[in-house]
Every structure is written in C-alpha cells, then in structure tokens.
C-alpha cells in the first residue's frame, strides 16, 4: 500500500481534512485563528452536534475565552448557561425517576448522560439531553414500566408493528413521555438488541454496577461497561448526527478511568468477554484519529487484533471518516450521504437477521414515502 499513499488515505478516511469543530479538540492545545465567517461555520457545526456548551466550556478551560469576537462569545456563554441548566433539570428528573421506582426488585442502572451527572464522570460538563436512558433486569422490566406509568409518563406508541419491534427484537420498550413535563425516558434491558450481532446479557452488567452516591437504588455501569456501551451505542445505531458528541464522550471516559492502574487491561479483557471486540477497535482507532489518544503501548498490538480483516477496517475507516463529521453543509463532501447510507443500513444488519431487517427496512421506506396510507395496507408484520 505504500506505492498508493492517496489511496490508503482514501481508504482510512484520512482523505478529507478534519472538520473546524474537531479539529478544535487536537492535542495541540493552539486557539485556533478563526475569521468571523469561520466562527459562523464553526458554531453551526457544534450546534448540530449538540456540542456547542462543550465548546464554550473547552474555551474557558483553555483561556480562550476572552479572545472570542463579541458575537460568537455570547453564543457560547449562552451555551454554558444552557447546559447547567439542563444539568439541574436531569437531577430533578432523575430524583423523580427513583421515587417512581422505589421498592423495584432490582437495580436501576443509569445510561450514557444521566450516568455521566450523576456519576460525576468527565462527559457530563456541557453535556445536553434529549432524553433519559435506565436499564432494569429484562424479568423486571413490566414492572418497572407498570411504576413508571403511574408515575406519570405514557407510552405514545400506536402502531403495532412499532411496538411488536420493539418489545420482541429490541432491548428496550417504546419511549416513555411524561404527561407534564414532557420529559422522555427509554427503558432498556441490556445495552444491544437480542437479535444483534453484539447481543449482550444485561445480567452480566449487573453483575458490575456502581451504586450513585446519595440515591439508594440507583446505579451505573462500571467503568469497563460504560465505555464498551458508549462504544457499541455508537457503532451500532447508525444514527451519526450525535457521533462526534459520542466519540468525544468517549475520549473523556478513557482520559478518565484510563490513569486507573489496570483499567485497560480490563477494558480489553471485557470486551473479548462480551463479544465487544469490533465496537472498541473502531472506537479506539478515531479517537486516535482525532484527538490523538491512544491505549497503552503494551496493548496496541492487541487492540490491532480486535478489528475486522483488512478491507472491513478500510471500508469501516473510510465511511466512519465521513459520517462522523457534524451533518453541517460546511463538513459535507460528495461521498457523505453514500457513507451515512451504506452505515445506516449495516447498523440494521448488526441488530437484526436478515429475515427481519429486509421487511424492516422495506416497511421504514414505504412509510416514509407514504406516511398517510392506513397502516394494514402498508408492508407490515414480517415474519419471526
């Protein structure tokens, strides 16, 4: 590959050049020169990235504050204040979320963001929320859905394929949205679909989970878990317009549980356990494209070995270089949409077979084309 340089770039994603907002985030540490038109640019990618509190908060950590024009400043002091107050507003959910489920017969593990705060992790600062995800033991999870609702959230789904998907294929039930607050939870019972290709048992992270100081009953996953979820949520769901935000949550988890004297002996040791191998490689490997991170040295030959076979990793290197880019006009390039297309539909042959995921598929399509037509004259109820 060495006489065909451009093509090996092409191939690894290296070919196009790192967008304004994550090249903020380099090792280099240097502000950025940025004129007026570049901070409009700027800013618009961190807003669809749901990135621009961290931003802000990266500013004012490095002293950059200060140097900001005045209009793009107030922007990002906006942002701050937006974030901590949605901080608050996640505490209060989350203390409302425990009352509902209080007496459970089982922990009540908090996922991705709320974790984050109420675990006091790295990704919390600047960190905003459209939701909050729990996990509860599968045997359990009736029951927790049973506290919830009379605690006041309803379930808006009404078509029966959706919840039939769901309830049998998924490792979560249909959101939950609180009549009041209009505030949204998404129940799971393992971290991956029992169909997927990367199905985890939920009991095995239960085994691990970290009580929540102050909250009797509530938990997080261990330190190992929580990156080998942010990690598989990313690579699995296929929805990349939170992907930058995800792999910058998970360059901070390992900044952080990373000085821990063997956490990533553990970390590699679990993925190997639960069957997570592929999901860390590619993880591991933009971060290091990105931010400069990488594991130990004594590990990288054996993370090296966790990923695919060579042209797997190309194509995956290659596709992951574009679609995690902020979906912002600034960042798009001609092969973007054909990257986040062919990324979207692996994610679907990941959490489901074939038997499922063509009628799946060819349902999302005829519905998005004719969102009006009855729903018993659509494609609906493949087979189990």
Request: aromatic share 8%; hydrophobic share 45%.
């Amino acid at each position: 590959m060495t006489r065909w340089p451009c093509l090996k770039n092409w191939l690894q994603g290296g070919f196009v050049k790192p967008d304004l907002l994550s090249s903020v985030w380099s090792t280099s540490n240097t502000r950025p020169a940025l004129a007026l038109r570049q901070w409009g640019a700027l800013l618009g990618q961190a807003r669809q990235a749901t990135l621009l509190p961290r931003l802000a908060h990266l500013y004012a950590d490095r002293g950059w504050l200060e140097q900001v024009p005045d209009g793009p400043r107030q922007h990002l002091e906006g942002a701050i204040r937006l974030a901590d107050r949605q901080q608050h507003e996640v505490r209060w959910e989350v203390d409302c979320i425990a009352r509902a489920l209080r007496g459970l017969n089982t922990p009540v593990v908090l996922l991705k963001g709320a974790a984050y705060v109420m675990g006091e992790q790295a990704p919390a600062r600047g960190r905003l929320f459209s939701d909050i995800d729990i996990m509860v033991d599968q045997a359990h999870i009736l029951s927790a859905e049973a506290r919830l609702l009379g605690g006041g959230w309803i379930c808006e789904e009404r078509d029966e394929y959706n919840q039939r998907y769901y309830r049998e294929w998924m490792h979560e039930i249909p959101p939950l949205r609180h009549v009041q607050r209009d505030t949204f939870i998404d129940l799971h019972h393992t971290i991956a679909p029992p169909t997927s290709r990367f199905r985890v048992d939920g009991r095995k992270l239960l085994e691990r989970v970290v009580p929540v100081r102050g909250y009797p009953g509530l938990f997080v996953l261990a330190p190992v878990d929580m990156v080998l979820h942010s990690a598989v949520h990313l690579f699995q769901e296929g929805e990349f317009g939170h992907g930058l935000r995800d792999l910058l949550d998970l360059n901070d988890l390992l900044l952080h549980f990373g000085a821990r004297p063997g956490f990533w002996d553990e970390l590699v040791e679990r993925a190997v356990e639960l069957g997570l191998q592929v999901p860390l490689f590619h993880a591991l490997l933009h971060i290091h494209r990105l931010f400069g991170m990488s594991a130990p040295q004594h590990l990288r030959a054996r993370v090296d070995r966790l990923g695919p076979g060579p042209m797997a990793r190309w194509l995956m290197s290659w596709g992951l270089g574009l679609a995690l880019r902020p979906m912002h006009p600034s960042c798009d390039t001609p092969l973007t949409g054909l990257a986040r297309w062919l990324l979207y539909v692996r994610s679907h042959m990941l959490r489901m077979p074939l038997h499922l995921v063509i009628p799946h598929l060819l349902r999302k399509a005829w519905m998005r084309r004719f969102p009006n037509v009855p729903k018993d004259e659509a494609v609906l109820h493949p087979k189990a």
